[in-house]
């Protein structure tokens, strides 16, 4: 079943259904499994691309940035990338704990929970390094150029770390080695004629 039409409805309704129906509750970003589970994307990235200095990855409610950053456990720089329209760990760093943030983007279908997780922040506190915005537009333009590329199509929540590095919103250093983590498949048939 899918229903809400936002992030926050939705899993207040998964926790109605859990609560009648006796069901196993899974958070989709602030519970220990599902960062276990996003940590394996670290590992396997470690392996692949072992030179790399940086990593950069989208981050909404947190899970695939706290995962991604214990795994690498400070053996690289972990660099978040979020909306400008849902800055939830831009808000949550300012406040020093999780708080509400606007939601709202092209990427509000995985990028825009209210705010960030509480488990989730504590591991991104201890191990990630910073966090960038970008905009709508840097969103789909990466979105556009992974297609024309690539053929790779990707969701907009997806594209964020490579358009963080796109727009000029993370600048590497002249022999900084950048992974760009691009992930997500909330996404049907996208139309790049705009």
């Known amino acids: 079943m899918v229903a809400g039409a936002s992030y926050s409805d939705a899993l207040a309704l998964s926790q109605d259904w859990v609560a009648s129906s006796g069901a196993m509750p899974v958070h989709a970003y602030d519970q220990v ?7 394996t994307v670290g590992l396997e990235l470690g392996q692949q691309a ?25 053996q690289a720089r972990i660099v978040g990338a979020e909306p400008e329209g849902a800055p939830t760990l831009t808000y949550a760093r300012k406040a020093g704990r999780p708080v509400d943030a606007p939601v709202g983007s092209v990427a509000a279908d995985s ?48 594209c964020a770390a490579l358009a963080a590095l796109l727009s000029g919103q993370y600048v590497p250093g002249p ?14 048939a996208v139309d790049f004629s705009r």
Do not use: C
């Open 111 to 158: 990028l825009a929970p209210r705010q960030i997780g509480e488990l989730t922040f504590a591991v991104i506190s201890r191990y990630a390094d910073s966090v960038v915005l970008v905009s709508d537009e840097a969103i789909l333009a990466a979105q556009q150029l992974l297609w024309d590329r690539l053929r790779l199509v990707a969701e907009p929540g997806g």
């Open 175 to 188: 022999d900084e080695r950048v992974a760009v983590v691009v992930s997500g498949a909330n996404t049907t």
């Open 50 to 74: 072992d030179s790399a200095s940086t990593v950069l990855a989208g981050v909404g409610g947190g899970g695939l940035l706290a995962g991604i950053s214990a795994a690498y456990a400070g």
């Open 33 to 39: 499994e599902t960062m276990l589970g996003a940590g």
